[in-house]
C-alpha cells in the first residue's frame, strides 16, 4: 500500500524558511515523478513543483527562485524547502505521486497534507 | 500560468447527469491531451478521477467520464448520487514543465 506522510509544516514568520519532508512507503520516489501542491485555506489547489526520478526539479513561477526540492534517497523522503516565506504561501502543502497515465501530469497518491502558516 | 476556469458551482438531483466544464487556453487544454480530474471532500486529499483526458483509474465508477473539445475539458458525473456532492478540480499540462488547476467546481446534490 502506498503511504506518503508530510510533515514540517507550521507558523513561520515572514521572510523565515522552512523544510517539509514527504516520507514514502510502498513506493520508490527516486522511480517515480513527485510533485507538490498547495492549497491556501478555502481555495483551489495550486501547482508548486514536479520532480523527475532523475531528479531534475521544475516550479511554478510562484515558487522559482525561492522553493528547492531535495531527496534523501536513502530514507525514501523527499523535501520542499521553502525560503523567503510570504503571507500567500500559506496553505495545506501536498506531496503527491505523479505519473498515472502518459508522464507526470496526473497524481493518483497524496498525502494528507502539512499546513504552513505564514504570519508575524 | 494562469489557472483554467471552472464554473462555482452546479448541482443536480439524485440520478440526474451533471457537466463541468474547465476552460483554458490553445497552451494549456487545448494544446495537450493531459488534462486530469481531481476529487475532493471537505478536510481530504484530492482524489484522481480521470486522467489523459478520458482515460478513468480503476476504482472509479464509469458513471464518471472526461472529454475535451478544443480549449474546453468536461466530466461528466451520470446517475448522480449523494456521496458525489464534492469539489471538482481540473488540471492540465501548460507546457515548458508546468502544470495548472482550474479555480474549483462545488458540485451540490440536491
Known amino acids: 500500500e502506498v503511504q506518503l506522510v508530510e510533515t514540517g509544516g507550521g507558523l513561520i514568520q515572514p521572510g523565515g524558511s522552512l523544510r517539509l519532508s514527504c516520507a514514502a512507503s510502498?513506493?520508490?520516489?527516486?522511480?517515480?515523478?513527485m510533485t507538490w501542491v498547495r492549497q491556501a485555506p478555502g481555495k483551489g489547489l495550486e501547482w508548486v513543483s514536479v520532480?523527475?526520478?532523475?531528479?531534475?526539479?521544475y516550479y511554478a513561477d510562484s515558487a522559482k527562485g525561492r522553493f528547492t526540492v531535495s531527496r534523501d534517497i536513502s530514507k525514501n523522503t523527499v523535501f520542499l524547502q521553502m525560503n523567503s516565506l510570504r503571507g500567500e504561501d500559506t496553505a495545506l502543502y501536498y506531496c503527491?505521486?505523479?505519473?498515472?497515465?502518459?508522464?507526470?501530469?496526473?497524481?493518483?497518491?497524496w498525502g494528507q497534507g502539512t499546513l504552513v502558516t505564514v504570519s508575524s | 500560468q494562469s489557472a483554467l476556469t471552472q464554473p462555482r458551482s452546479v448541482s443536480g438531483s439524485p440520478g440526474q447527469s451533471v457537466t463541468i466544464s474547465c476552460t483554458g487556453s490553445?497552451?494549456?487544454?487545448?494544446?495537450?491531451?493531459?488534462v486530469s480530474w481531481y476529487q475532493q471532500y471537505p478536510g481530504k486529499a484530492p482524489k484522481l478521477m480521470i486522467y489523459?483526458?478520458?482515460k478513468r483509474p480503476s476504482g472509479v465508477p464509469d458513471r464518471f467520464s472526461g472529454s475535451k473539445s478544443g480549449n474546453t475539458a468536461s466530466l461528466t458525473i451520470s446517475g448522480l448520487q449523494t456521496e458525489d456532492e464534492a469539489d471538482y478540480y481540473c488540471?492540465?499540462?501548460?507546457?515548458?514543465?508546468?502544470?495548472?488547476f482550474g479555480g474549483g467546481t462545488q458540485l451540490t446534490v440536491l
Open positions: 520532480t523527475y526520478s532523475d531528479g531534475t526539479t
Open positions: 510502498g513506493l520508490t520516489v527516486s522511480s517515480n515523478y
Open positions: 489523459d483526458v478520458t
Open positions: 488540471s492540465s499540462y501548460a507546457g515548458s514543465y508546468t502544470l495548472v
Open positions: 503527491a505521486r505523479a505519473g498515472r497515465g502518459s508522464g507526470w501530469y496526473s497524481s493518483d497518491y
Open positions: 490553445s497552451s494549456d487544454v487545448g494544446g495537450y491531451n493531459y
